[in-house]
């Protein structure tokens, strides 16, 4: 079993949609968590991290973590062309002097917006 | 205030050839992290490296891998005796420090195809 599961998709919606991503995990260790967005050929680029559970806001994404379920999401409304892309949700232990700054990673979720 | 910096972008490499890959981190940042993403897959880390240290080499493969990061000049990922297997997107990123509480900033990669 993976630590980090993701739904590689591919994810196709109509421009103006609400999308929702997620991920599970199986870690209880986790407490950061990242999403990041890359587009084909390109870097990964971070959006968004949240610490431990609750929900965070910025424009129109919105992540959300439930640890109690070992679950995060990522929402993106009013989706644009420009959002397609590939979505990567990213983990990490964090604190104390075991931290060694590594990432997991799930597969990425392709994410097609039509106009 | 340039980026992370890799090159080449991209590389190409005979079966049994040695390939080293360059990194150069973000102005200020002394720690700098190798991540491998294989066709269709997420990214798998490989190593954490600060100035003059590996700290984390968990991910590395055995045999043929090496990384360092030397006081002067960038970060190199050196594969020795490369095998198809090893064709593959590998992304560098940096941090000013043990920030992967909050993400780290990755550069645009480099692309090894081994024929």
């Known amino acids: 079993q993976k630590e980090v599961e993701q739904d590689p998709g591919p994810l196709s919606v109509p421009e103006g949609a609400i999308v929702s991503l997620n991920c599970t995990y199986s870690n209880s260790a986790f407490q950061y968590f990242m999403w990041y967005r890359q587009y084909s050929r390109k870097g990964p680029e971070l959006l968004m991290y949240?610490?431990?559970?609750g929900n965070k806001e910025d424009g129109r994404f919105t992540a959300q973590v439930d640890k109690s379920s070992k679950y995060i999401s990522l929402f993106i409304r009013d989706s644009q062309p420009s959002d397609s892309a590939t979505y990567l949700c990213a983990m990490s232990v964090g604190g104390g002097s075991s931290n060694t700054g590594k990432l997991i990673f799930g597969q990425g979720t392709t994410l097609q917006v039509k106009p | 205030n340039a980026g992370v910096m890799q090159n080449p972008r991209h590389l190409v490499r005979r079966r049994g050839q040695e390939a080293r890959l360059r990194c150069s981190p973000m102005k200020g940042h002394s720690h700098v992290y190798w991540y491998r993403q294989l066709p269709e897959e997420g990214l798998k880390f490989m190593v954490y490296l600060q100035k003059e240290n590996i700290i984390d080499e968990s991910g590395m493969p055995k045999e043929r891998f090496s990384a360092e990061f030397p006081k002067e000049g960038p970060s190199i990922l050196r594969i020795q005796q490369v095998v198809r297997g090893d064709s593959a997107a590998y992304f560098c990123?940096?941090?000013?420090?043990?920030?992967?509480?909050?993400?780290?900033?990755f550069g645009s990669g480099t692309r090894l195809t081994v024929v």
């Open positions: 949240t610490y431990s559970s």
């Open positions: 990123a940096s941090s000013p420090g043990r920030a992967a509480n909050y993400g780290y900033t």
